[in-house]
C-alpha cells in the first residue's frame, strides 16, 4: 500500500490553509481552478506545485466546507474593514468608483 503523504495543507499562514511550504493557499488554488476555469496542470506548473498538491488543495476545499466558508467570510470582512478605512478624496466614495 502507497504512503499517503497528510502533510500537503498547512494552517500556519494567516490562520488560511495552504499547501505546506508555500504561500498559495487552498482558496487560491479552488479560484483558479473552479472559478476562473484554469488547468490543474497548468497552474501546478505556474506555483512550481507537483499536480498532486494542486488537486489534493482542491480535495480540501471539497472535504472542509465550513472551515472554508469560514475562512472566505473572515476574508470578506477583512477586505470590507480595509475598503472603509481607505483615506479618499472627499465626496468619493467606495461604491461609486465600482459602479463607473
Not at 66 to 84: G, L, N
Amino acid at each position: 500500500m502507497a504512503k499517503r503523504d497528510t502533510r500537503r495543507i498547512a494552517h500556519e499562514r494567516l490562520d488560511e490553509p495552504h499547501i505546506s511550504g508555500r504561500r498559495i493557499s487552498v482558496r487560491q488554488i479552488y479560484a483558479l481552478v473552479e472559478e476562473r476555469g484554469e488547468d490543474p496542470v497548468a497552474v501546478a506548473d505556474r506555483y512550481d506545485l507537483d499536480v498532486a498538491s494542486v488537486y489534493h488543495a482542491l480535495a480540501y476545499y471539497h472535504d472542509h466546507p465550513r472551515e472554508m466558508r469560514a475562512v472566505e467570510q473572515e476574508r470578506d470582512t477583512t477586505m470590507d474593514t480595509i475598503r472603509d478605512e481607505i483615506d479618499r478624496p472627499a465626496g468619493v466614495e467606495p461604491d461609486s468608483i465600482r459602479d463607473e
